[in-house]
């Protein structure tokens, strides 16, 4: 009888350790393993409320019988890396465009009927020893680039099954609507062919998958520095920022993608308090940190401009009154002089 058509287990396959626990050598907050000795042939059956998966896809949960299956050396662990776009990008609205993705150690190009055969095989090898199967790739939409609240895994802004094989070692999807603007992550699904997520030898390893954060914008670029003004403070829709000194003056803008924050100071008035000061601004998505000089001579201008996809950091390091001088502690961007104060 062939191997695959016979229902009595062979005590040849019989995995003697899965009669182990695990707790002879115990460590702190381990669990105890299930144990079997006939390889869990029937575990469904302590699980009598859930179906058999048999091939489906079961929305409401199920039991699967089929064994995890052949699995690859350390050697041969599948990875994955998109090309584009690529971390920190931005891509246009609405807008077709091409997600690309290397991959290496992964026979591509292997799918089976996913409403039939779903999870309904073991994991297989090729003849190098790498996983049978295919990918995918998933974008979902975020709040921002800064969520930190997990995503709900029943919504995603677009998912496709990557069933051709690589080409020179990329995989590609054709985005054909483009995305809404906003901000987005793009993951990839290493599978086998059977639609089940590759499984490897070693617990500690790198990840099998790849994940990037990008934008979706109007018009596809990312919003670039405002220019210093002397005249002006800009508004956006991210944060606004505003600096402005007596004869002269200074401002601080910022753009709707990423927070970017120049100052820049011109010859000022005197001290308030009979001195000529300093100004230094700096700004974030949601605060405006200055520190002005008092009495002495003259001030000094520090202005920060840095920029992410997610948000700009500012930490004010020391502000300080004596001789009129401020200082802020990030990468400047541009240095002044001149004898202005800060607006009160």
């Not at 996913?114 to 090729?126: D, H």
């Not at 998958?209 to 800009?234: Q, V």
């Not at 405006?288 to 008092?294: D, F, I, P, R, Y």
């Amino acid at each position: 009888m062939h191997l695959q058509g016979n229902s009595a287990l062979d005590p040849k396959v019989i995995a003697s350790g899965f009669a182990n626990n695990g707790q002879d050598v115990p460590t702190a907050g381990q669990v105890a393993s299930l144990t079997s000795t006939n390889n869990f042939i029937n575990f469904c059956l302590t699980v009598p409320n859930l179906p058999i998966t048999n091939g489906k896809q079961i929305t409401t949960g199920s039991c699967n019988p089929a064994p995890i299956g052949t699995i690859p050396s350390v050697d041969n662990m599948p990875s994955s890396k998109f090309t584009n776009p690529k971390n920190g990008d931005t891509v246009a609205a609405n807008t077709a465009f091409t997600i690309s993705m290397a991959i290496n150690k992964l026979e591509t190009g292997n799918f089976v009927n996913a409403q039939e055969n779903y999870f309904a095989a073991p994991q297989q090898l090729n003849n190098q020893g790498q996983i049978v199967g295919h990918s995918h790739v998933v974008v979902e939409l975020l709040d921002s680039l800064t969520q930190t609240t997990p995503t709900n895994p029943k919504q995603f802004a677009f998912f496709k099954g990557l069933n051709a094989a690589a080409v020179n070692g990329v995989l590609t999807a054709d985005v054909t609507g483009g995305l809404p603007a906003g901000a987005y992550r793009l993951c990839s699904i290493n599978a086998a062919a059977n639609h089940q997520p590759a499984i490897v030898p070693i617990a500690q390893h790198g990840s099998l998958d790849d994940c990037i954060y990008f934008t979706s914008s109007g018009n596809g670029a990312a919003a670039a520095p405002a220019a210093a003004s002397t005249a002006a403070a800009a508004t956006s829709a991210a944060a606004t920022t505003a600096a402005a000194v007596t004869k002269g003056g200074a401002a601080a803008t910022t753009s709707a993608a990423t927070v970017s924050t120049t100052a820049a100071g011109t010859k000022g008035g005197k001290g308030r308090k009979g001195g000529k000061g300093g100004v230094a601004t700096s700004a974030s998505q949601a605060a405006v940190t200055s520190a002005a000089g008092g009495r002495g001579g003259k001030g000094s201008v520090t202005s920060v401009a840095a920029s992410s996809s997610a948000a700009v950091t500012t930490n004010i390091a020391a502000a300080t009154t004596k001789a009129g001088a401020a200082t802020t502690a990030a990468t400047p961007a541009a240095t002044g002089r001149g004898r202005g104060v800060s607006a009160p």
